[in-house]
């Protein structure tokens, strides 16, 4: 993949931290390559001689003539890479709900260590770069659409690839977020400081997201105008520390407003 400094943008839920990260160039090596049938689950040495793991999700039926869309699915706190791709919501719902059959995305649930993304000396960017430099190689992968989110710390840990390859992701097309008021982990002004850094990076204009009140059963969306191609949009919901809100204030799993949030932001990027 080319490398070219972009400003970056992305999607992510805070605490309930949804994100992920478009790239932009080309087609990758991998297209027209003799049909693929990858392994689901794949090794990794990193270069601390750590094994690591990851799944790969191929559509249904893999076209290798045709450039997909990557997304990262990253686990959470104390789980590991089958919480996102066997969770009863595989890949916070975006699977089911990224196009029917999933013809043209491919899912990539990697393994963090000890349960978590501490990113040691960096280890973890780069274990996500030798997934998608191995998956380039192999597979017809559009380059302009790579994306990650996770809740939580895969959350943190997609926030922290947008921030640490802007070179390698190139660009990082597309900022999503949201955040519960009564969030008990990462608390709301937090989840606000990770917010303004990506209206800053995204050269968003001022605007005074609205906040709803505790117990009130609702949201508010704030899209905010930003460079051209790097939209950054911000719901304030009443809840905990969620991935997947309901409008009641608890965790509507499947049916959650959070993952047609997501979708929609995601599927704006072509
Ligand atoms: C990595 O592990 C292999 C196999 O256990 C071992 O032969 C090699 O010396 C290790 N390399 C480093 C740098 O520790
Ligand atoms: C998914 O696959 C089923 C069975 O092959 C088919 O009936 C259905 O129309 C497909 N849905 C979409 C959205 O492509
Ligand atoms: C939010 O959390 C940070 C870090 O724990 C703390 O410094 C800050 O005071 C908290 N803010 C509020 C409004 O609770």
Excluded at 79 to 92: C, H, L, R
Excluded at 192 to 214: E, H, I, T
Aim: proline share 4%; with cysteine; charged share 20%.
């Amino acid at each position: 993949m080319t490398s070219t400094s972009r400003p970056l943008s992305w999607i992510f839920t805070l605490l309930s931290f949804l994100l992920l990260i478009p790239i932009i160039t080309a087609d990758t090596a991998g297209c027209g390559k003799t049909q693929h049938s990858a392994p689901l689950i794949l090794p990794y040495p990193s270069r601390n001689n750590k094994s690591r793991r990851w799944i790969l999700r191929l559509p249904t039926s893999y076209d290798k003539s045709k450039p997909h869309r990557l997304i990262f699915g990253v686990h959470w706190r104390d789980a590991d890479m089958t919480g996102v791709d066997g969770d009863s919501a595989p890949y916070y719902s975006l699977r089911a709900l990224a196009n029917g059959n999933h013809t043209t995305t491919i899912f990539i649930s990697p393994d963090g260590l000890n349960k978590g993304w501490a990113n040691s000396g960096g280890e973890d960017v780069s274990f996500f770069d030798a997934i998608i430099k191995a998956v380039s190689d192999d597979l017809c992968i559009n380059e302009k659409l790579i994306f990650s989110l996770g809740y939580s710390y895969g959350g943190a840990m997609s926030y922290s690839l947008a921030c640490s390859r802007p070179k390698v992701f190139r660009a990082v097309a597309a900022f999503y977020s949201q955040h519960g008021v009564r969030d008990s982990v990462l608390n709301l002004s937090m989840g606000k400081q990770l917010r303004d850094n990506m209206l800053k990076r995204n050269g968003c204009a001022s605007k005074n997201a609205q906040d709803v009140a505790r117990n009130s059963r609702s949201k508010a969306k704030t899209e905010h105008s930003c460079t051209a191609g790097y939209p950054v949009t911000y719901v304030s919901f009443d809840g905990d520390h969620t991935a997947l809100p309901s409008d009641s204030g608890g965790d509507g799993g499947a049916n959650s407003w959070s993952i047609k949030e997501v979708d929609t932001f995601f599927k704006q990027f072509t």
